[in-house]
């Protein structure tokens, strides 16, 4: 139900803002004329999951311009919804109701570079794409990637603590963070642009706003650690019998590979038959799997570094640890083993939709929650080959080097009877095995009614009461999960 204490928007509102921000691209205005076409974008989810019913959207270009919104919205008890790229899988970046949405695409500049030390200063609306070319154009790398980098902004992907492909190598964004400007509801500026690697002067508050899906202010600058960029980068693509032999290839290539491992993605086998089926085209590997693993190494010395891996796949095909693998021979190759990867989220949606879970559980346990699902599903005689089954298939693939599995569920439609079979199920299934039922993509809409699954009473009241502290009248991203 939407919340009375939030004011209707007036026309008075509108020309408020259209008056502040000048340029006509700057305001999306649904109020008076039909632009119900234009807003769509903004209101609508990636899986067109979730829909809002916001009329105005508008792009602040400055800091001075984000504070001036935020504080007449707090003012005129305007509810916002900050948003990036909108490549959020949690319902997080769509309004609810009729929200003001506030969208950081004009904020895309990137201001400075220090050639030494790798510290990158940039506006929170800058594509992830375009800032990791930028550096890697100076021998660096942006420590996160992941299958939405030509949409998502920096900003997004700071406020949902993004994890994607590369933190087995280069940590969390907790880390990486060096420094933040961001506004709070009431138009006060934060700034901690500290592009020093330590800096222990008392409470560490930018780390407030990493992960908190803009539930507390609004990221409008960002120092960003970059680490140098390895010239040589190489990828393996293994097939094998079980997830028990998954677990022993893991162990395996870090005991083998070691400082130059980059990354260790699992799929199994429906996920690369998903991807089949929509992209076509030559599998990595001739026969079927139940499982594949796409391992990645950057190192310094390509020659040396290929040597260790393909003696790494030598050594757990001999011990009958992986049964088939190939490894990439060129760039062109390590980008097309890394497409049947990366490919994964928008295949599996192709049928209608997907319900997705991202969870973390202890890595022993960590994929069986993909055939105990299943299971459920079919005993419910929810999935089946036709077209009379919602559901066509169970998947699970994901960062197992980080104990992180995408647990989806493809849909040939969206279903409230999957979805009461699914929910809270799963949450509680995560919760016996002291998992967590949000690993990198956030709460948002989705987990907002289930985060008593993952965190106790009296972290849930502390959560509320730095809510209460920083946004008092509850403007930020309301409905959400705080
Ligand atoms: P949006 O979707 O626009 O917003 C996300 C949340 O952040 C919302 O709550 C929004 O209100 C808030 N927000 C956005 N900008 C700001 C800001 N400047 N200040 C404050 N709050 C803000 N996630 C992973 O963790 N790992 C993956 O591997 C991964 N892969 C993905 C692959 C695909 C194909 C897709 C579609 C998504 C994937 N994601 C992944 C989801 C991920 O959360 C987003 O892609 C990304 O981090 C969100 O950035 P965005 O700019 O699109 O943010
Ligand atoms: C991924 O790892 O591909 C992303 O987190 C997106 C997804 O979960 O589908
Ligand atoms: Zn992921």
Not at 119 to 130: K, R, T
Not at 207 to 228: D, N, R, V, Y
Not at 419 to 445: D, F, M, N, T
Request: glycine letters at 10%; aromatic letters at 8%; hydrophobic letters at 35%.
């Amino acid at each position: 139900k939407r919340d009375d204490k939030f004011a209707q928007l007036t026309q008075e509102h509108v020309d408020f803002f259209k008056t502040l921000l000048g340029s006509e691209s700057a305001v999306i205005d649904g109020t008076s004329q039909d632009l119900t076409e234009e807003m769509i974008p903004f209101n609508e989810d990636w899986m067109h999951k979730y829909r809002g019913q916001s009329k105005l959207v508008v792009k602040p270009a400055s800091t001075e311009e984000v504070s001036k919104i935020l504080k007449y919205c707090n003012d005129n008890m305007l509810a916002v919804v900050p948003q990036g790229g909108n490549t959020g899988l949690v319902g997080g970046s769509i309004p609810v109701f009729d929200e003001v949405i506030i969208n950081m695409s004009r904020m895309n500049q990137i201001h400075s570079f220090d050639d030494v030390s790798g510290s990158l200063v940039l506006d929170a609306g800058v594509v992830l794409e375009a800032a990791d070319q930028y550096v890697a154009e100076r021998g660096y790398i942006f420590p996160l990637d992941l299958g939405a980098k030509g949409s998502c902004h920096v900003g997004g992907n700071v406020a949902t603590n993004a994890g994607g492909l590369r933190l087995l190598r280069y940590g969390s964004l907790h880390g990486s963070v060096l420094g933040m400007e961001a506004v709070l509801p009431d138009g006060t500026i934060m700034n901690d642009l500290c592009t020093l690697r330590k800096n222990n002067t008392g409470y560490d508050l930018k780390q407030l706003f990493i992960g908190a899906e803009g539930t507390l202010g609004i990221i409008t600058k960002l120092c960003i650690q970059c680490p140098q960029r390895s010239p040589a980068v190489n990828v393996a693509f293994l097939g094998l019998e079980s997830y028990e032999k998954a677990q022993l290839a893991f162990r395996e290539a870090k005991s083998q590979l070691s400082e130059i491992l980059s990354a260790f993605e699992l799929m199994d086998g429906l996920s690369q038959d998903l991807v089949h089926r929509v992209r076509q085209g030559k599998k990595p590997l001739d026969d079927e799997h139940p499982f594949y693993c796409l391992i990645e190494t950057s190192g310094s010395n390509g020659e040396h570094d290929y040597e260790k891996l393909e003696k790494f796949l030598e050594d757990v095909m001999s011990n009958e640890i992986v049964s088939d693998g190939v490894v990439a021979q060129d760039a062109t190759q390590v980008k097309s083993l890394w497409s049947w990867r990366e490919g994964v989220p928008e295949c599996v949606g192709h049928w209608g939709g997907v319900y997705k879970y991202d969870v973390s559980i202890p890595l022993s346990d960590m994929y069986r929650i993909v055939p105990d699902t299943e299971k459920r599903m079919r005993e419910a005689g929810l999935l089946g080959d036709t077209d009379e089954f919602p559901v066509l298939g169970v998947i699970g693939y994901g960062h197992m080097g980080d104990a992180n599995i995408h647990l989806n569920v493809a849909v040939r439609r969206y279903d409230k009877a999957v979805e009461k079979e699914l929910e809270p199920w799963v949450y509680q299934w995560i919760q016996e095995r002291q998992g967590s039922i949000s690993a990198e993509h956030g709460l948002g809409l989705a987990k907002k009614n289930y985060i008593k699954y993952s965190r106790n009473e009296v972290f849930m009241g502390m959560m509320k009461q730095i809510k209460q502290l920083y946004d008092p009248n509850g403007i930020m991203n309301p409905y959400k999960y705080v």
